[in-house]
């Protein structure tokens, strides 16, 4: 036995299966918003994260695995995906075509030396989204709508949406002294992480957990004391934007967000299941304005978003909000004998290959155990095949529900069986069965009737 490395867990079956239905609602949406596909390697070079997630991120200071490679370069598994596809971005000369903005997503693997807790794993899943050439803060709240929208289309309906502003940079620098200001009497007291918080990146001190700090951080400065007109105008923007949308939020002036590339716009989703459980926020992200051309890029603004499927598969199984995902086996082909079981790897190729989603069972088992396995697949219907039956080119069809039993020839199998299982949309082969010689040289195929006809399949 092998223990699984820790803070890593397996994700399998019914698990993989949400994850998978998770992802894909996700993808969907992130599609109808008109956004591509990006893939690219778990490694990168250190360098890239240390430029863009930032030294004094938690991510950076303390929770990537990083390793020398066999060549001597220093190569970390990725923290976050973001800082990957803006360096594809600008590799591939994407923002080049200034076609602005550069819309894309992504799915897979990070990988955080945290420690493991409920919602917390060192390997875990993100799905996320970026759009870049950002010029107005319109584009903002898109951003923010759709992953609201994505929730929502995952079956959630009470998410709390978190948003604050970082500001422009003369906000921040205004703010950060402030900040300065009002911890240089407070840190002595305050934990150590605070303490070089308060050298590094004094915003970073509003994000902490502590919660003797946390009363500390109450009585700080507000950004919102410190915007120029320009920020406080975005961010009255994006909140009308929201307010139009319908989608209500919640004003934190404590959120800064855990890296460094932030400005502008930042926002969590959270959500509490039903069970009261806590696994942290679902989603989290925010506006850039430096980090493209940190990573070599052009002078553009970006923002994006990143959901956690660990966490999210968690609140969505204590909620029951997955109750549409069955997994059943369509057809179960039992059949009795050598012979028979011979034809059935045939005739389940036959259903396969029709769209049916289809088991045989080839191991010669009797009637009654084949019905258990079929009970335990879930399967819907069965199809027992004898020598009789093959004698007579026929089957049998039994409803495992309702134990209803049908006799169909084999050539009426399929009707049946679409009829059945309500199958809309097969392509029949009605003008020549399937069985002309045509060589898709006849014009059967040309009216619309017959289109999708073995003929047109040939040409
Ligand atoms: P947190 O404040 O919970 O540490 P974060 O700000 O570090 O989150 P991001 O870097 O914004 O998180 O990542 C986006 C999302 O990825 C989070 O909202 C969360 O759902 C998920 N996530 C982050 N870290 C982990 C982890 N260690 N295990 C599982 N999911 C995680
Ligand atoms: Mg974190």
């Known amino acids: 036995m092998f223990n699984l490395v820790k803070g890593t867990h397996d994700v399998i079956l019914d698990e993989a299966q949400k994850y998978t239905y998770i992802e894909n609602v996700l993808q969907n949406t992130a599609q109808l918003f008109g956004y591509k596909e990006f893939r690219t390697p778990i490694i990168e070079t250190s360098e890239l994260f240390l430029r863009s997630v930032g030294d004094s991120s938690d991510i950076v200071r303390k929770e990537m695995y990083t390793f020398e490679d066999k060549g001597g370069r220093s190569i970390t598994l990725r923290p976050e995906i973001t800082a990957g596809i803006v360096r594809s971005m600008v590799n591939a000369k994407l923002f080049a075509m200034q076609d602005y903005p550069v819309k894309g997503y992504y799915t897979g693997p990070c990988f955080r030396y945290e420690r493991p807790q409920q919602g917390r794993y060192r ?36 998410v709390t949406l978190k948003i604050n502003t970082l500001g422009d940079d003369e906000s921040r620098e205004n703010y950060k ?20 918080r308060y050298q590094l990146n004094v915003l970073r001190i509003l994000d902490c957990k502590d919660p003797d700090d946390q009363e500390i951080v109450k009585n700080a400065p507000k950004i ?90 968690s609140v969505m199984s ?23 079981t011979a034809a059935s790897l045939g005739i389940a190729n036959y259903l396969r290959v029709s769209g049916y989603n289809c088991e045989v069972c080839l191991e010669g088992k009797g009637m009654s155990q084949m019905f258990k396995k079929a009970e335990r697949r879930n399967a819907l219907y069965a199809i027992i095949v004898g020598d009789n039956e093959l004698d007579n080119d026929e089957f049998v069809i039994k409803n495992l529900a309702s134990q209803e039993q049908f006799k169909v020839s084999s050539d009426d199998l399929l009707k049946k069986l679409d009829e059945l299982l309500n199958f809309e949309g097969r392509k029949h082969f009605e003008c020549c069965d399937g069985d002309c010689d045509c060589d898709g040289d006849c014009d059967c195929a040309e009216s619309e009737e017959n289109k999708g006809c073995c003929c047109s399949h040939k040409e």
């Open 318 to 340: 204590d909620d029951n909000l997955f109750e549409d995902l069955t997994d059943t086996t369509d057809i179960y082909v039992m059949p009795l004998g050598e012979r028979a």
């Open 224 to 313: 919102s004391d410190f915007l120029s007109e320009n920020a406080k105008q975005s961010f009255e923007t994006i909140k009308k934007d929201l307010d139009f949308l319908n989608i209500p939020y919640e004003v934190d002036e404590s959120l800064v967000r855990g890296l460094d590339y932030y400005s502008g716009v930042v926002f969590e989703f959270h959500y509490t299941s039903s069970k009261g459980k806590n696994y942290g926020a679902i989603g989290a992200g925010g506006h850039y304005g430096k980090l493209v051309s940190e990573i070599g890029g052009p002078e553009v603004e970006g923002c994006g978003y990143a959901m956690g499927i660990e966490r999210l598969a």
């Open 177 to 196: 002294k402030a900040l300065r200001d009002y911890f240089g009497s407070h840190i002595e007291n305050m934990c150590n992480d605070c303490k070089e």
């Open 123 to 158: 390997q875990f899943n993100q799905f996320g989204i970026e759009c870049i050439g950002i010029t107005s803060p319109h584009r903002d709240a898109e951003v923010i709508s759709m992953g609201f929208d994505s929730l929502v289309f995952l079956g959630f309906e009470n």
